[in-house]
């Protein structure tokens, strides 16, 4: 028997992977994730069995790197962001948990797309935030309609993940306009594609604007509340300490 390490890679810098995560890869003989997230940490896996499933395949991912290990190798289940954040991390216990498998295994977190998005644009989560995928691959419309107009009536920043797809366009644009009631037209908002990588790119615009932009599925929005203020080009969700009485 192996040892399983679920492992979190972080935006796609070499430098924002953790050095837990590093030395994980280096103990395993297998390494096994999307594609994607492979060329991401080609230079620090050479020599390594890599396996690569496509999206969509996250059952057979987990029953794959389980098996793996099973037959005494050491493997690396790798995630961008966190691992357990919209990762396989969850999906991964429950597996071990329905097999009553007892099987030696390490989470190991990583800095997530809120955080690193966040980073870019300044500091829009200083004070209470939330995230919201709209995937709706797994949860239903409705419920991620339903939780973006419970977001916005609570004032909260909120993080979007999987913004927009080929095949979902407009969900965006329904989950702003749970939003729109409880955001004003000006509140500063930000976009960023690609954080940490190559192609990174990112860009503060009004809460308004939103609706005539286009975006993919690397693409995360972090929506400003009352409280959100832009800062010599940055932005900052002010948590109220000019506010505190001494």
């Not at 060329?39 to 499933?53: E, F, N, S």
């Not at 389980?66 to 919209?86: A, F, H, M, P, R």
Request: hydrophobic share 40%; proline share 4%; net charge negative.
């Amino acid at each position: 028997m192996g040892k399983l390490y679920l492992v979190s890679i972080g935006p796609g810098a070499l430098d924002m992977i953790t050095p837990r995560a590093s030395e994980a890869l280096k103990k395993c003989q297998i390494i096994i994730g999307h594609q994607l997230y492979l060329d991401l940490i080609q230079t620090l896996i050479p020599g390594k069995t890599q396996i690569a499933t496509p999206w969509g395949s996250e059952i057979e991912r987990v029953d794959l790197a389980i098996q793996k290990t099973i037959e005494g190798n050491d493997v690396s289940l790798i995630s961008s962001g966190d691992i357990g954040v919209y990762g396989l991390g969850g999906l991964t216990l429950e597996k071990l948990g329905e097999n009553d498998l007892a099987i030696d295994y390490e989470i190991i977190p990583g800095v997530t797309s809120a955080n690193a998005c966040a980073s870019i644009l300044g500091a829009p989560l200083a004070h209470d935030f939330l995230t919201l995928s709209l995937s709706d691959l797994l949860v239903p419309r409705e419920t991620i309609l339903e939780r973006a107009e419970a977001a916005g009536k609570g004032g909260f920043v909120s993080v979007l993940y999987n913004v927009q797809s080929s095949k979902r366009k407009e969900l965006v644009y329904e989950v702003l306009d749970k939003f729109k009631p409880h955001r004003a037209a000006q509140t500063p908002c930000g976009v960023v594609s690609n954080a940490f990588r190559s192609d990174e790119k990112s860009n503060i615009v009004d809460f308004q604007d939103l609706f005539s932009m286009q975006f993919d599925m690397l693409t995360t929005l972090v929506l400003g509340n009352d409280a959100t203020r832009v800062v010599k080009n940055k932005l900052v969700t002010q948590r109220g300490y000019s506010f505190k009485n001494i």
